[in-house]
């Protein structure tokens, strides 16, 4: 088999993808799931001194310090209700686990590879820049989270 044949076939196996959804605000986000270390309620947090905005504080994930980044603040959206505490999707990024503060957790879905398309032109250039690409689903998008760019604070 020759290197075009054999990407073809690497191309055609990988027909499904699966990623750990959640939403902030009205968007609707997945990660890849391999990517997702844990999710967790929301958690108390130490704040630290002259971080950036969106950093929201430190956790202790079983003895591992993770830094908690607010979502809704890094994708320039109004705060959430105070009334409505966050959870944390704790993912896995070059640099070690950072946790996500998202609005909601949704499920687990796979999602056909053929269906996958750049982001749109007209998606705020705040929430382009920290996504991949998309999927159309019935009745919303699905937008794929760069989980390497939203963790990467001083990028922004």
Do not use: H, W
């Not at 053929?114 to 009745?139: F, H, M, Q, V």
């Amino acid at each position: 088999m020759n290197t075009i044949q054999q990407a073809a076939q690497a191309a055609a196996n990988k027909t499904c993808e699966q990623f750990s959804t959640f939403y902030v605000a009205d968007l609707f986000f997945g990660v890849e799931v391999l990517r997702v270390q844990e999710v967790l309620r929301y958690q108390q947090m130490t704040r630290v001194p002259q971080a950036p905005d969106v950093i929201e504080g430190l956790i202790n994930v079983r003895g591992q310090i993770v830094t908690a980044i607010d979502m809704r603040k890094r994708l320039n959206l109004p705060p959430r209700a105070e009334d409505l505490p966050p959870m944390n999707i704790v993912v896995r990024s070059e640099g070690g686990a950072v946790s996500l503060l998202v609005d909601e957790i949704g499920d687990v879905l796979d999602m056909d590879a053929a269906t996958y398309e750049r982001p749109p032109e007209n998606l705020d250039p705040t929430a382009r820049s920290l996504i991949r690409g998309i999927y159309k689903l019935k009745d919303r998008l699905l937008l794929i989270l760069d989980a390497e760019r939203t963790v990467d604070i001083a990028a922004r």
